[in-house]
């Protein structure tokens, strides 16, 4: 091929090849600043109670949570949530119809490290940013004095994997919404698998527990520095 062609098609090609991708300006690409974050947090806690009901219910908790950045799309941290939850209560001495004594109330504090994964790295994407990660932990039940079946919620292992996107408005300021699934273990007592003076008995088939998990609905805002 002639020399004078080639020379043609390499002086055309270099302006074309600087107009691939963005410029800087209009990049819809955007650093996040600082690498530290500190999040308020509230959400609705969907818990079921598990197949007996005497888990944890749902309702409202609230806390808060502090991250930092490991590396471009990684980040580590702690956080807390607490809410004023219910629960049922069960007689295993009364007949079954009459068992059910229904909902008494319930506190639960969640501690736990979390490690989150940005899916568009150290930036936004049109101010977005979706993300992965979990919550590794224990959910700490208050007692509640009116059971008398020998049933505690007490302190459980929890597990947390989470989804969700965030939207910055401004580097440093980030709005949040996240859906996760905690996941733990309902242990119950003996009463409940003893049959009463009635004949009846809670678990038929023995199950000394059963593993449970909730969708949680949280949403919150994150200040980075």
């Known amino acids: 091929m002639p020399r004078l062609p080639c020379l043609l098609l390499l002086l055309f090609a270099t302006p074309l090849a600087a107009q691939v991708g963005h410029e800087p300006s209009a990049s819809p690409y955007r650093e996040i600043s600082g690498a530290n974050g500190i999040s308020a947090l509230g959400g609705y806690f969907g818990g079921g109670g598990g197949s007996l009901g005497v888990g944890p219910h749902d309702g409202w908790m609230f806390g808060g949570r502090f991250q930092v950045k490991a590396n471009r ?5 702690v956080g807390v949530m607490y809410g004023n939850l219910q629960r049922r209560v069960l ?27 940005n899916l568009t790295g150290g930036k936004t994407w049109h101010r977005l940013a979706p993300f992965l990660g979990f919550g590794v932990g224990a959910a700490i039940g ?23 996107v965030r939207f910055a408005p401004t580097p440093r300021l980030a709005l949040r919404g996240e859906i996760r699934g905690n996941l733990w273990k309902l242990s119950y007592p003996i009463s409940y698998r003893t049959t009463n003076d ?12 059963e593993w449970v998990m909730s969708e949680f609905f949280i949403f919150g805002v994150s200040f980075y520095f």
Do not use: C, H, W
């Open 142 to 164: 208050s007692t509640t004095p009116s059971d008398s079946s020998g049933y505690k919620f007490g302190t459980r292992f929890s597990f947390a994997p989470f989804a969700g």
């Open 91 to 117: 007689d295993p001495r009364a007949p079954a119809a009459e068992r059910d004594k229904g909902l008494v109330d319930q506190s639960v504090i969640i501690p736990e490290a979390v490690i989150g994964m």
């Open 198 to 209: 009635n004949g009846d008995v809670i678990i038929a088939s023995g199950t000394v527990g």
């Open 73 to 77: 799309p990684l980040s580590i941290g």
